[in-house]
């Protein structure tokens, strides 16, 4: 199960390297189906698609990505502040 995983982040990974290094735009998605038996679908668009089956267990929890926080006094914790800007 965390071998699937590792492959679609891995996969996610080269397809943001090549859009970055791309001279044009560019766009990503990424949708989540629940599936019968224990599995997730994971579908990757980015000009093409590309289609994974996972197993999961609901107990499968990640800590959610913060990003800031509303009235967070943190300048290095807010959305602007994590983007890196050209020097």
């Known amino acids: 199960m965390e071998q699937q995983r590792q492959l679609i982040k891995a996969h996610l990974g080269r397809?943001?390297?090549e859009l970055v290094s791309h001279d044009?735009?560019?766009e990503i998605g990424i949708e989540l189906r629940i599936l019968k038996r224990g599995q997730k679908e994971v579908l990757i668009?980015?000009?093409k698609q590309y289609r994974y089956v996972v197993d999961f267990r609901p107990a499968d929890?990640?800590?959610p990505l913060t990003v800031?926080?509303?009235g967070s006094d943190d300048?290095?914790?807010t959305p602007?502040?994590?983007i890196?800007?050209?020097a």
């Open 61 to 63: 929890r990640v800590a």
């Open 15 to 17: 397809l943001f390297d």
């Open 24 to 26: 044009g735009h560019g």
């Open 45 to 47: 668009r980015c000009g």
């Open 68 to 70: 800031g926080r509303a």
């Open 80 to 82: 602007a502040a994590l």
């Open 75 to 77: 300048p290095a914790t």
């Open 84 to 86: 890196e800007r050209p």
